[in-house]
C-alpha cells in the first residue's frame, strides 16, 4: 500500500468505524481515539496490509483496540469498587486527611460543594440553598446522601485511626 492509498483508505472507512465504535462504547472521545489508534496501527504496518483487504484490517484492530479498552476499564472499576473496609487495619496510623481528601472526591459535584458549605463552613442549609440555588429541602437530601455515602466509604473511624 503506498501512500495514496493510506488516504484514500482514511477517507473510505473513517467515518464507518467511528460509527462502529461509537455505537458500542458510546463516548465520542474515545471513539475518536479508537479509530486515530486504528489509523496509526495502519500506517506503521502500510506496507504489510493489502489495499484490497485494509476495511477487514481497519475494522479488526479497531475492535480490537475497543475491547482492550473496554478491559482496561472493567479492571480500573474493579479495583475503584473493592471494599476498603474488609482490608482495613488498625495497626498503622493513617492521614486522616487524606482519607477524607479521597473520599470527597468520590462524591458528586453538588454533594461534595453542599457538604462543604455545610461542614467545613459552617453555613446554615438556608444560606447554602441561596448559595447553590437549590431548595434548602433539596440541600438536606445532598448532605443525608453525601454523609451517608462518605460513612460507607471511610466505615468506622476505628479502621482509620
Do not use: C, P
Not at 464507518?16 to 500506517?43: H, P, T, Y
Amino acid at each position: 500500500m503506498n501512500l495514496n492509498e493510506y488516504n484514500i483508505a482514511v477517507d473510505q472507512h473513517a467515518d464507518g468505524m467511528f460509527r462502529f465504535i461509537l455505537k458500542n462504547i458510546r463516548d465520542e472521545d474515545k471513539a475518536r481515539d479508537i479509530v486515530q489508534d486504528s489509523f496509526e496501527k495502519l500506517w506503521r504496518n502500510v506496507d504489510g496490509v493489502n489495499f484490497l483487504k485494509v476495511k477487514s484490517y481497519l475494522y479488526t484492530t479497531a475492535y480490537h483496540t475497543m475491547i482492550d479498552l473496554i478491559r482496561r476499564e472493567k479492571r480500573k472499576e474493579d479495583f475503584e469498587n473493592v471494599d476498603v473496609g474488609k482490608y482495613a487495619h488498625s495497626e498503622q496510623y493513617t492521614d486522616l486527611s487524606e482519607v477524607l481528601d479521597e473520599a470527597l472526591k468520590r462524591l458528586s459535584d453538588v454533594q461534595r460543594s453542599v457538604i462543604l458549605l455545610r461542614d467545613y463552613e459552617g453555613y446554615s442549609y438556608a444560606e447554602i440553598a441561596k448559595i447553590t440555588n437549590l431548595s434548602e429541602s433539596q440541600v438536606k437530601v445532598y448532605i443525608y446522601r453525601a454523609r451517608k455515602s462518605l460513612k460507607e466509604y471511610i466505615g468506622s473511624i476505628e479502621s482509620i485511626v
